[in-house]
């Protein structure tokens, strides 16, 4: 199994600031996923994110607010741009196994408040 | 109407008891299921996965799906207090060229000594 890194751990923002999260992982990976967990919510997935290639970003997400980067197979990182409280949550980076079993494999997590 | 339901707890067992975590969906294009535990201030683990209906055994932990229904169950035998964590079902189907995963909302288990 992937071991994936996150950092910050957790912050606590003003509105109308940026924070990047950032994601390592130990080995080398096709894709990376980035999620939002939202107390009482469940797992919601903001965009899909390949090396070389734009952000895939699901339904509600969109890329001013969540600039994605992945400049090479181990590092990805999220921004969560011009915050609001309602963007208070906790920021989880995943991986697909490499077994084919479609499993996830997921960090820590980045817990975020925002004032 | 969401497409995974999962009801949320908290459930509460003393130790040794038998516990049952269930979820249901919509979507028929699911094809794989899975079980996550998550301990507080950490990221999921996956625990259990399964493709085809019926029943996969793990150790205490044993996986069943009934897709005719469309439903998923973990039990948990002899349950201990390390057992205590929230459990997310998931499930996957291809979409846009990967394997899209969809998370019910997680089950909070608090197992007493």
């Known amino acids: 199994s992937a071991v994936i890194s996150q950092k910050p751990s957790r912050d606590i923002c003003q509105r109308g600031t940026s924070l990047t999260i950032q994601c390592q992982v130990d080995?080398?990976?096709?894709?990376m996923f980035w999620y939002r967990q939202q107390p009482g919510q469940s797992l919601t997935l903001i965009a899909t994110?390949?090396?070389?290639?734009?952000?895939?970003?699901e339904s509600g997400f969109v890329i001013d607010k969540f600039p994605i980067s992945r400049p090479n197979l181990t590092f990805s990182t999220l921004t969560v741009s011009n915050m609001s409280p309602e963007d208070s949550s906790i920021y989880l980076c995943?991986?697909?196994?490499?077994?084919?079993?479609?499993?996830?494999?997921f960090g820590p997590g980045t817990r975020l408040t925002v004032l | 109407q969401k497409e995974v339901e999962q009801d949320p707890g908290p459930l509460s067992v003393p130790e040794g008891a038998i516990v049952s975590l269930n979820c249901t969906y919509s979507n028929s294009a699911f094809q794989y299921f899975m079980w996550y535990r998550q301990y507080s201030r950490k990221g999921p683990e996956l625990l259990m996965y399964t493709y085809s209906s019926g029943n996969k055994e793990d150790g205490r932990f044993t996986a069943q799906v009934d897709k005719s229904s469309k439903y998923i169950s973990l039990f948990i035998r002899d349950s201990q207090p390390s057992d205590s964590a929230t459990y997310l079902c998931a499930m996957s189907s291809f979409s846009g060229g990967y394997q899209k995963v969809t998370f019910g909302t997680g089950t909070k288990l608090q197992v007493i000594p």
């Open positions: 994110a390949n090396q070389g290639s734009e952000a895939t970003y």
């Open positions: 080995s080398q990976v096709t894709m």
């Open positions: 995943s991986v697909e196994g490499d077994r084919g079993l479609n499993e996830q494999f």
